[in-house]
Each structure stands twice: as C-alpha cells, then as structure tokens.
C-alpha cells in the first residue's frame, strides 16, 4: 500500500509538471542540437563554462534570476559587464542569428540541464516578445 | 572517512579526465614591440595590406573596411550574407597583379535569395582605392544547411597564381570530409577566374574535375602559402584537443573524423585511431585545442630573432602563439600579446610586417627587429 501511494503521488506529480509545461522534452530535445552547434565551443557541453571570459551557465544565479536579460542574450547578443555567480565577466557575446523557436528551445535545454531548473519553461511568445 | 576516499577517487578521476598540454608554450618575458593600425573593430575576420600600404579588412558582421592613416571607412557590405553562428564575412586576400587589375577575393557564408539555410561562397570583386564593386560569385559550396558551424575559411594565391580557399565540415562529419564528391571539409584549388585547373586531383560524377584539392578536414581558419617551397599550410580546430597544422598535398586525406587526435565535446572517444596508411599525419597538434584562427610565416628579414617561425592565433587561450620550428617539428612554443582578446588572424604584409587583429580590441603591427 505504501509503495502504492508514493507510486500515485509520482505519478501525479510528473503528470501535473508535464501539464504546467507541455511540449517541454521536444523543446529541449530541439535545444540540445542547436546548443551543440552554437554554445558548446565556449559554455563547454555540461554548461560549466570556461575560464575568465566564458560564464557557467549550470546552476547559474543570472540565469535563474535574470529570465529576461538571458533570453535577451540568446536573442540579440551581450555586451558589457555581468556578475555570475559572484564573478564578473565583460566579454561580448555576438547575436547568434537564431530564430525565435531556437531561441527557446535552446534556452528550455539550458533551464532544465546540469541541476538547473525553474517553474515554467520558455515560450516562443515568451521569446518574441522581448524586443530590443 | 567514506567521504574522504570518495573524493579521492573523484578527484583522480577529474586529473585523467583533464587534458594535459605535454609540451606548453612559454611565457615571453619580453614585451613585443607593436602599435596598432586601428583600435575600433569587432571580429576582424580577414587582412590584406595594399601596395600603398593601407588595409583592407573585413568584420564578420559583414563590411569590408579600408583603413588608410588610421582612418577607417566601409568600402563593401556583400549582398546574401548568412549571418549565423560561426558564419559571416570571412576572409580576404589580394590578386598577385593587384597593382594591375584592382582584384580582391573573399569568402563568405551565402544564402543565395529566396532559400534556405547556407553555405561557403568565394566571390572576386575589384577594389579602386574608394569602393568594392563587380562582384563576382566564383564558387558556392552546396547543399545550404541551417548548421551555424564550421564554415572556414582563408583564401590565399601561390606563386604559380593558383587559388586556394578552405570551407569546413558544415556540422556534417560523416557526410561530408571523406566524401571528395561533396563540399565541406576540404581545401579547394582553382584558376583566379574561378575555373577549375583540369588537373586537379578529384572528378565529379559528370566527369570534369571539381575544385577539390584536398580533404578530411574538420575546420579551417588558418592558412598561408610558404614563401620559400610555395606550399599551402593550414591549420585547423579539432574538437576536443586535436587542433592541426598541415601541408597540403595534392589529392591527400587528412583523417577526419576517421582519424583524430581529438575528443567529443562531452569528453567522449570518436575514435582511438591517430593514424592509418593512405592518411596524412599533421605536422603538429595541440592538446589542449588553444582555438587557432589565422597563421603565417615570419619574414627574418624583418624579424631576424624569430628566421623560421611560424605565427597562430589562439581564440581560447587569446593569444598569439610563436612557433619556433625545425626541419618541419615544432621544437618550442612562446605566448605573445597574452590576456589582450580573441587573437582572429594574423598576417604577413608583402614587406614582411606582421597584422594581428584581435577581437573587440583593435588590429595592430608589429614593429621591425633590430639585426
């Protein structure tokens, strides 16, 4: 009976997460191509950065608590100081060139790898509406 | 205590994991003597000195700059660029009668009109002093892939007026460097009209030769042709480790992905094989990858202290690295301009001055050495 109820409880639980975020294993399995083709040279596969110029993007506190400026990032580009994790970094990043969808498919494989993860994944609209 | 021995084993585990540089370059206690030519720039892609001196480079964004006593001006903007990822405005070099026939050639990611994704093109243009203008599509590597990597490229004339271009493996590493039949991967070879040398070593399947000269080549970003023994040397970005320089030959292969002395990104094994017969072995490799975009050779003329070396930038590491080599071995290696930027290229002018230009810094030269 015990195992019964922590079985339903799971269930539950992943079946309600799945609700808040449908859509959410393509999006990142979408993600990941386009972060092997366009992030991993300098934010290395497992998100950990490299360097001084280079910030970790695994269990980073911009990233969680700045959703906007990140997207933002992926969209047009970076410049200028950051402070990551209690580090600062100032190298610009050039605007990648991907489009909306990508932006937020990449941007789901990011929030929801290496131990990161947040309440709602990031929607095309989400991606398109953050403007210049 | 269980914690203490799980840590041990991690931390041995992380020691093998890493990869060690058995031959690191030194530190150079001297300061190099340079003052730059230009100090706004973003990604300086590629350099070409004129006969008067003056520069002209290109951004990858994509504008061809003319840079005359510090003085820079938008001289060209290609039309089609596929401005993604690793792709942009590229290189850039000189016809050898440029004095004669104002001729420039350079080489882009294309997305010709109305389709989608792209690939590498090579164009000619003419350049009067003022604007770049008759361009002229020579090539354009096909099929166009939405993939944002590997591109290449460097384009460089040899002594005999052949000209040599590089594209790179497009993200396509089991399609398409092995395959002489497909484009990426490889480094071309044509005629300055952008006709095909009817001896080069590959045909398509109508028959004809195509533009391959050599391949199984991951991605280059290094190129120039040997003042002395008029050979084209390249390097090129490994994944993981493997970076390469190379001296190509004539219809060879050189490996990738069968052979590699390099890793997946993940720390993963593509292959355990370094060589095998009828591959070409790289003249040198790094391990760590230290990135390297651009390369020449140093004129001793100019810089007698450095007669024989060889110049590469390194992106990751951002620095320049000199190379000091003997019958063909890399026998030490020296760290210039250090924690400066991205090191994009650098460049032999035709009176042996060395260009360097450094992303989001500047292009600069470096001053003559005392004999």
Not at chain 1, 1 to 28: C, D, R, V
Not at chain 1, 92 to 102: A, Y
Not at chain 2, 338 to 359: K, S
Request: proline residues 6%; aromatic residues 12%; glycine residues 10%.
């Amino acid at each position: 009976m015990y195992h019964f109820i922590i079985f339903l409880s799971t269930t539950f639980f992943i079946a309600g997460w799945w609700q808040t975020n449908p859509g959410l294993e393509e999006s990142k399995q979408r993600g990941k191509l386009v972060y092997e083709d366009f992030c991993v040279t300098c934010h290395r596969s497992n998100g950990t950065g490299f360097g001084k110029n280079y910030p970790p993007l695994a269990n980073s506190d911009f990233l969680l608590n700045k959703r906007k400026e990140s997207i933002y990032a992926v969209k047009y580009g970076l410049q200028g100081e950051i402070t990551v994790n209690g580090t600062v970094y100032n190298k610009k990043m050039e605007p990648l060139g991907l489009s909306d969808e990508e932006v937020a498919d990449v941007m789901n494989y990011i929030y929801f790898s290496w131990g990161n993860t947040t309440s709602e994944m990031v929607t095309v609209q989400e991606v398109t509406n953050i403007k210049k | 205590m269980v914690t203490k021995f799980y840590a041990l084993i991690m931390m041995t585990l992380l020691t093998l994991c890493k990869q060690k540089d058995p031959n690191p370059p030194k530190t150079n206690p001297a300061e190099v003597d340079y003052e730059w030519v230009i100090q706004e720039v973003n990604i300086p892609w590629g350099m070409a000195v004129l006969p008067d001196g003056s520069l002209l480079y290109t951004e990858k964004e994509g504008i061809i700059y003319h840079i005359s006593n510090g003085k820079k001006t938008e001289v060209g903007r290609p039309e089609n660029l596929y401005y993604r990822g690793q792709g942009g405005l590229l290189d850039i070099c000189l016809h050898p009668d440029f004095e004669k026939n104002n001729k420039v050639y350079f080489t882009m990611s294309r997305q010709p009109e109305g389709e989608k994704g792209g690939n590498t093109a090579l164009f000619s243009a003419e350049f009067d002093g003022k604007i770049i203008q008759n361009y002229q599509l020579l090539y354009q590597a096909t099929p166009l892939t939405t993939a944002g990597h590997h591109f290449g490229s460097r384009v460089a004339f040899d002594k005999k007026g052949y000209l040599y271009f590089t594209i790179g493996d497009r993200g396509e590493r089991d399609l398409n460097p092995q395959d002489v039949t497909r484009d990426g991967g490889k480094v071309y070879r044509l005629h300055d009209d952008g006709s095909v040398p009817t001896d080069n070593p590959f045909k398509g399947n109508d028959g004809k030769p195509t533009a391959v000269f050599s391949y199984g080549h991951r991605n280059l970003q290094g190129m120039f042709v040997h003042p002395d023994t008029d050979e084209v040397w390249t390097n090129e970005h490994g994944p993981k480790g493997g970076d390469e320089i190379n001296i190509i030959k004539k219809g060879a292969n050189y490996g990738w992905p069968v052979i590699t002395y390099g890793k997946e990104y993940s720390g993963l094994t593509i292959t355990e094989e370094t060589s095998r017969p009828g591959m070409e072995q790289p003249l040198y490799y790094w391990i760590p990858s230290i990135a390297p975009s651009g390369m020449c050779f140093v004129d001793a003329k100019v810089y007698p202290d450095w007669k024989g070396n060889v110049l590469v930038g390194s992106l990751v590491f951002e620095y320049l690295e000199r190379l000091e080599l003997k019958n063909n071995k890399v026998v030490a290696r020296h760290k210039l301009f250090e924690n400066m930027g991205r090191v994009r290229n650098v460049l032999t002018a035709p009176d042996g001055t060395i260009y360097v230009a450094i992303e989001n810094k500047g292009i600069l030269k470096i001053k003559p050495q005392k004999k």
